[in-house]
């Protein structure tokens, strides 16, 4: 997936029209009143929205973030942060 | 879809990402699923003929609702209590039926825009007077299945009661509601003048999301 992917994503993250929300238990909510959607997003999709919005340049990069603070795989993680940037940026956009 | 406690559930599009927090590596696979989309929902009247149907009979239950209400012979030595009740009640009612829209796909921010251009009570009423007319306008409607009573519905009734008054807001904010398996609970409220008031005994503190001030143009 082309890294350009972030940085259209980041667009949509920091457009005014969306407020982000993080709740108490770490999941987070995005809530676009124009548009009447929501996205609720899980303790590791705030983390990765969370890079994303902090300037986060590649999926390489983001993978490593990932495998990190999750212990987790950098390959699996890569292909799960592809996905799933992907399909935020759908569900923000369509 | 499982956001059962998405108490905002019609008026928005809800998405649930939900996943893993740090869980192990076999979990990983799965973890940035979106696991629910569950799109717009439509609630109440979606067929024209049943809406026109029904709001012939809304007026016919609204004037049987004012002349057997119970409170009204209880009142009935002080006239203008009487009909500043039945005013406001009826005036409420037309708003719940209008704030419903929200519930039938359009856009909130334009029932809003809607809302505000309904013309004003000839009298102003009090927080305590717009809350309990929507409360009972919104109870009522939605025992004949005409409305949905939610916050959301009760908020638009209420800011649009109390729009002659400075500072009104609609918040829109979120809460954790059962855990990470199920959506996090929406709720919607009133201020004027960062009181709440829409509300008679918040719940719980909910995470304010966005707010929009709820002003007539001049």
């Known amino acids: ?94 | 879809m499982t956001s059962r406690a998405f108490h905002l559930a019609g008026a928005l599009t809800a998405v649930a990402v939900s996943g893993y927090a740090a869980c192990g590596r076999q979990d990983f696979a799965q973890s940035l699923r979106f696991r629910d989309h569950c799109g717009s929902l439509t609630l109440g009247l979606p067929p024209a003929r049943k809406a026109r149907l029904e709001l012939s009979r809304i007026a016919l239950e609204i004037l049987g609702f004012i002349v057997t209400h119970p409170v009204i012979p209880a009142v009935r030595r002080n006239r203008e209590t009487v009909f500043r009740d039945v005013v406001v009640f009826l005036f409420a009612a037309t708003l719940a039926v209008r704030a419903g829209d929200v519930y039938r796909g359009a856009p909130l921010l334009r029932v809003v825009a809607r809302l505000m251009a309904q013309p004003l009570l000839p009298f102003k009423c009090n927080p305590n007077e717009a809350r309990r007319a929507a409360l009972r306008a919104l109870r009522y409607l939605s025992k004949l299945r005409l409305v949905t009573d939610t916050c959301v519905a009760r908020s638009l009734v209420v800011g649009v009661l109390l729009s002659h008054l400075p500072n009104v807001r609609l918040h829109i904010g979120f809460d954790v509601a059962g855990g990470r398996e199920t959506a996090p609970s929406g709720h919607a409220w009133v201020t004027v003048d960062g009181v709440n008031v829409s509300d008679a005994s918040p719940a719980r503190d909910y995470s304010e999301a966005t707010s929009i001030e709820l002003r007539r143009r001049s």
């Open chain 1, 1 to 94: 997936v082309n890294d350009n992917v972030l940085t259209t994503l980041r667009g949509v993250l920091e457009s005014p029209a969306l407020a982000g929300t993080e709740l108490a238990d770490g999941t987070s909510v995005l809530l676009d009143i124009g548009a009447g959607r929501v996205v609720s997003l899980s303790e590791s999709a705030t983390f990765i929205s969370q890079q994303v919005r902090e300037g986060a340049r590649s999926f390489q990069e983001l993978a490593e973030k990932l495998a990190a603070h999750y212990e987790v795989d950098e390959r699996a993680a890569l292909a799960d942060a592809e996905v799933f940037v992907q399909e935020l940026l759908r569900a923000l956009t369509e």
